[in-house]
Nanobody, 128 residues
């Protein structure tokens, strides 16, 4: 199993970035995929997760800190989960990680201990 996060970079406040999480060795339909971030000196924070509901329906959940600015989605052409980030703020600066959790055991969705597999992280820096 491998998750590869990419798409980070340097952007000005108010700008946009799209992060991608390429998932190998897991079926996206059978796992929760979540995005987390960790700023220097801070605890890792859960941002959003997505799960397959059946048919063509995917269900997304967002933390209050990013609701309305970030959008998580499944790429229909590949086993990739995207995180679209808009109206970025300097406080969004962090290393961003994607992770996979077992849907049969996940309860709180944004607790890192519930996620079994992790990507390597991609740095997002928002300048003021």
């Amino acid at each position: 199993v491998q998750l590869q996060a990419s798409g980070g970079g340097l952007v000005q406040a108010g700008g946009e970035l799209r992060l991608s999480c390429a998932v190998m060795g897991l079926s996206l339909e059978n796992w929760y995929i979540g995005w987390f971030r960790q700023a220097p000196g801070k605890k890792r924070e859960g941002l959003s997760c997505i799960t397959y509901e059946g048919g063509s329906t995917w269900s997304a959940t967002y933390a209050d800190s990013v609701k309305g600015r970030f959008t998580i989605s499944r790429d229909n052409t590949s086993d990739t989960i995207h995180l679209e980030m808009r109206s970025l703020k300097p406080e969004d600066t962090a290393v961003y990680y994607c992770a996979a959790a077992n849907p049969w055991t996940i309860v709180k969705k944004f607790e890192e201990y519930e996620y079994e597999y992790w990507g390597q992280g991609t740095q997002v820096t928002v300048s003021s």
